[in-house]
């Protein structure tokens, strides 16, 4: 009879702000953003098989990755999104 142990793993990630370079500078800085992430699922077979479901930014937030970079040295900071909400199936299987 095969042992079946489920998992769930939740994350929440709350950040006041964020300044991306030195000096700071509102000018390239991140808002109050809060991101929620979750991996869930079950392994099979003394842990030789894995399916888990994840989602990443579970509320769709739009937030930065990154600001200013080059483009700051000019006068026109870089502004890099981060992913939206993103959600998937992982299989994986050991031997």
Known sequence: MPVVSLFAAPNVTYRSKLYFELPNSEA????????????AGARLWSDRLEIAGFVRNLADRRYLLDAGNVGGSFGYPTFIPAEPRTWGIEISARY
């Open 28 to 39: 390239i800085s991140q808002s109050a953003v809060t991101l929620i992430n979750a991996r």
